[in-house]
Nanobody, 123 residues
Framework: QVQLVESGGGLVQAGGSLRLSCVAS????????MGWFRQIPGKEREFVAT????????FYADSVKGRFTISRDNTKNTVYLQMNSLKPEDTAVYYC????????????????WGQGTQVTVSS
């Protein structure tokens, strides 16, 4: 059974930082893109960041560019999201994703999802 398990969410003040981790089990994703989405209640899931297995291609949503950094450790089957200069509008549930088929900005293109971790940024 494939599982993606996120951790590292929490409550932080505006301007602060958090580092999210996502550990995959059940299969290796060392040859697949991995990434992050986020969702605010009542809204659609929003693309945050993705990177190819070797890290040769990395893409960010405009809203997080320059503040968030995605990275991965293929030996640990893990992807990370370093979030700096957090803003209240970054408050959301953050989801780890793996193995995309199609448009990586479209949540429907991703095959595997974690359960999500809540990030709350206070003003």
């Amino acid at each position: 059974q494939v599982q993606l398990v996120e951790s590292g969410g929490g409550l932080v003040q505006a301007g602060g930082s958090l580092r999210l981790s996502c550990v995959a089990s059940g299969r290796t994703f060392s040859s697949d893109p991995m990434g992050w989405f986020r969702q605010i209640p009542g809204k659609e899931r929003e693309f945050v960041a993705t990177m190819t297995p070797s890290g040769g291609n990395i893409f960010y949503a405009d809203s997080v560019k320059g503040r968030f950094t995605i990275s991965r450790d293929n030996t640990k089957n893990t992807v990370y999201l370093q979030m700096n200069s957090l803003k209240p509008e970054d408050t959301a549930v953050y989801y780890c994703v793996a193995d995309v088929d199609g448009n990586w900005r479209d949540p429907r293109s991703w095959d595997y999802w974690g359960q999500g971790t809540q990030v709350t940024v206070s003003s």
